[in-house]
């Protein structure tokens, strides 16, 4: 069983900027990949990135030039830098962890509890 423990989040105005954290534990943090969604009030799950096993990283049309990632091995914990904030960027962020042999199977993914990102206008 993954665990994945998130923190950050919070209030702040537009054009400020956050950090998420998601440590990881429970299964070998490098046999999986790690990626961020997000679910704002009355809308569906988005995908804001996914960093695969290489390091490379997909980015949601959403994250792209705003938003960046890092992926810390030694410490299991993936991190995301929200930069140039907007209030259209307020959602519950949750952290997600896959199996590299099971990227596309959402049913088999773990989740974070989702830290709540408030950005003021």
């Known amino acids: 069983q993954m665990q994945l423990v998130e923190s950050g989040g919070g209030l702040v105005q537009a054009g400020g900027s956050l950090r998420l954290s998601c440590a990881a534990s429970?299964?070998?943090?490098?046999?999986?990949?790690m990626g961020w969604f997000r679910q704002a009030p009355g809308k569906e799950r988005e995908f804001v990135v996914a960093?695969?096993?290489?390091?490379?990283?997909y980015y949601g049309d959403s994250a792209k030039g705003r938003f960046t990632n890092s992926r810390d091995n030694a410490t299991a914990t993936v991190y995301q830098q929200m930069n140039s904030l907007k209030p259209e960027d307020t959602a519950v962020y949750y952290c997600?962890?896959?199996?590299?042999?099971?990227?596309?199977?959402?049913?088999?993914?773990?989740w974070g509890r989702g830290p709540q990102v408030t950005v003021s206008p």
């Open positions: 997600a962890a896959s199996p590299l042999s099971e990227v596309g199977i959402p049913t088999n993914r773990y």
């Open positions: 960093i695969i096993g290489s390091g490379d990283r």
């Open positions: 429970g299964r070998t943090f490098r046999n999986y990949a």
